[in-house]
T-cell receptor, first 113, second 114 residues
Framework: GENVEQHPSTLSVQEGDSAVIKCTYS??????FPWYKQELGKRPQLIID?????GEKKDQRIAVTLNKTAKHFSLHITETQPEDSAVYFC????????????FGKGTHLIIQP | EAGVTQFPSHSVIEKGQTVTLRCDPI?????LYWYRRVMGKEIKFLLH????????ESGMPNNRFLAERTGGTYSTLKVQPAELEDSGVYFC????????????FGPGTRLTVT
């Protein structure tokens, strides 16, 4: 089955700087890669996703890149703000897209004022 | 539009007792998923319903866990008898086939087995 590795487990950046979180996956059949943000005590919320036919996707300060050959994808957050502090999870799905998600272990992003 | 709801938000039970968690997906969503996050670890997939049918239950830990989805609407997850290692946060998510792959998560049920 699919295995998703996520690094780092904790990331501390100064407000205004950029943050990058990296994930690798094992199943070459995986074709959908969402990123979820979970604030303390709240539900995971989708912040951006990418499908395997696209190499990069951007939404304001957030971008995701995908390298299918190397089987890794990354989340980039620019101009970080205090409200970006949360746990971020990457995930992957193989098959038709309606399958269960395989998650990475999460990255605790801390924005230092 | 109401989001995914889960009940209860917290449950504290003793080892050996039974607990039933409930999930109400977004109206019209045919896919319903259960996940679990054990303290400090990743969110792990448990099972997937399409309408009332179990599409994939490969993530269910053992036969102490029983999930149902009556009439393809809400779902329940029963743990009987509960063990200490069952403690964690149980999330439910739903999605609508054919529109996007996005899964919408509920707020979770925090289960503590003592």
């Amino acid at each position: 089955g699919e295995n998703v590795e996520q690094h780092p487990s904790t990331l501390s950046v100064q407000e205004g700087d950029s943050a990058v979180i990296k994930c690798t996956y094992s199943d070459s059949a995986s074709n959908y890669f969402p990123w979820y943000k979970q604030e303390l005590g709240k539900r995971p919320q989708l912040i951006i996703d990418i499908r395997s036919n696209v190499g990069e996707k951007k939404d304001q300060r957030i971008a995701v890149t995908l390298n299918k050959t190397a089987k890794h994808f990354s989340l980039h957050i620019t101009e970080t703000q205090p409200e970006d502090s949360a746990v971020y999870f990457c995930a992957a799905i193989a098959g038709g897209g309606a399958d269960g998600l395989t998650f990475g272990k999460g990255t605790h992003l801390i924005i230092q004022p | 539009e109401a989001g995914v709801t889960q009940f209860p938000s917290h449950s504290v039970i003793e080892k050996g007792q039974t607990v039933t968690l409930r999930c109400d997906p977004i109206s019209g969503h045919d896919n319903l998923y259960w996940y679990r996050r054990v303290m400090g670890k990743e969110i792990k997939f448990l099972l997937h319903f399409v309408k009332e049918s179990k599409q994939d239950e490969s993530g269910m830990p053992n036969n102490r866990f029983l999930a149902e989805r009556t009439g393809g609407t809400y779902s329940t997850l029963k743990v009987q008898p509960a063990e200490l290692e069952d403690s964690g946060v149980y999330f439910c998510a739903s999605s609508f086939s054919g529109v996007s792959y996005e899964q919408y998560f509920g707020p979770g049920t925090r289960l503590t087995v003592t």
